[in-house]
């Protein structure tokens, strides 16, 4: 006890250094958004790396679950084929998909990210929409040669655009935090019907994602007179928890509807 | 005077960007006569708090406060190298016409240099030509600035 009082002593000029330091830097990297993404996107080229190594050993353990999403998804997609749901419809965007694996994901943290083992190789840019199997995962944040970050939608700054199923209404996805089975939705207003176990889509305005794909079901909601606006919170059907597999969606005619519609602001 | 510095900075010197690469910091003054006296824990929060003040000022929190932090830190090794010794008393603060106009702005040019060096580099996270220009030319202007106001007390 006496040394370590001693040791105090002797040092509190460091010491007190050391904090105040610490403090101001911890400031530095929450506060300023432009370069904390240049950090964010040169770390990761390096902690990307680390994860693939552990990554290809621990995925040994889970080859079982991940063959049963496979097969599930196989056979979806047969099923899809066999109804001819698959036509090549003019009026319709066309999206590309590019497959990738997830090897590093985080749920439990206020802000989520999850990083996919491609990058600007494989042609993938940041604002593109990541979706797996299930539903919504994301979107590119930043991209290095090999390695992709993603913003999953479990994150304060993200916000999609989604519809609901039945009723067309448009509104957006946010997620406040603590539970990665459940988000809220806002903007959808107090006179819109709304049933427990509705199914919410992305609707299709966006260029990030095609129309039609699933995000959750409804699970409860309430009318809120102050906003005007239903807080609805919904259910997700992607398990972050579980997922192991995404799709990067590449769509190419978005740079052409951007470019249209910059025209408006300029 | 610390209030007026501080203005000064932040309602004058943070609006001027001289020829797109100088940015002089004048309320460094503050921190740079500080006599030897005082304490050194005090010495660092009074850093942390200048530079904050400026950060919050200028929307840039933690920089400022991280670069004054280390100015203090290396400011009594760097006294020592300068400063010639039993010129003055612990209590004096070490402004020009104490300590001499030579060691004076030696003194302050390696301070502010260090300084700007961490300052530049948070804000840019980056080193390149251009910016060691910047550090450069902004330790240069800062200090004749801060020369000129040890002027102004010469006589007083």
Known sequence: ?266 | MLPIYLIIQIYILNEILFASYINPYIYLIILIIMPYKIPKWFLLFYAFIIGFLIDLFSGTLGIHSSACLILVLLKSPISKITIPHNIIEETDELVMQKIGAKSFILFSFILVLIHHTILFILEHVALDFQILLKIIASTIITTIIISITQLFFFKS
Request: proline share 1%; net charge positive; aromatic share 10%.
């Open chain 1, 1 to 266: 006890m006496q040394n370590l009082l001693r040791f105090i002593r002797m040092y509190n000029f460091l010491i007190i250094f050391l904090l105040l330091e610490g403090y101001s830097i911890n400031l530095y990297l929450k506060h300023n958004s432009f370069q904390n993404n240049i950090i964010l996107s040169n770390t990761n080229k390096y902690t990307g790396k680390v994860y693939q190594i552990s990554n290809n050993i621990t995925q040994y353990f889970k080859l079982q679950t991940i063959n049963n999403q496979l097969l599930n998804e196989n056979s979806k997609l047969y099923n899809r084929i066999s109804n001819n749901e698959i036509k090549d419809r003019d009026d319709e965007k066309k999206f590309n998909y590019i497959s990738s694996k997830i090897i590093n994901n985080s749920i439990f943290k206020r802000n989520n990210y999850l990083t996919i083992s491609k990058g600007e190789k494989h042609g993938i840019k940041e604002g593109m929409g990541v979706i797996c199997e299930n539903g919504v995962i994301g979107v590119v944040h930043s991209t290095s040669n090999n390695y992709s970050l993603i913003i999953s939608i479990l994150n304060k700054k993200s916000a999609i655009s989604i519809c609901l199923k039945k009723q067309n209404n448009y509104g957006s996805l946010k997620w406040s935090g603590f539970n990665y089975k459940i988000a809220n939705i806002e903007n959808i207003p107090n006179h819109v019907k709304t049933v427990i176990g509705d199914t919410i889509i992305t609707n299709g305005y966006s260029t990030i994602f095609p129309a039609g794909i699933n995000i959750g079901t409804i699970k409860s909601f309430k009318e809120n007179s102050e906003t005007g606006n239903k807080d609805i919170i919904i259910d997700l059907f992607t398990d972050f928890n579980q997922v192991k597999y995404v799709y990067v969606v590449k769509s190419e005619e978005s740079i052409e509807q951007l470019n249209l519609e910059s025209l408006i602001h300029e």
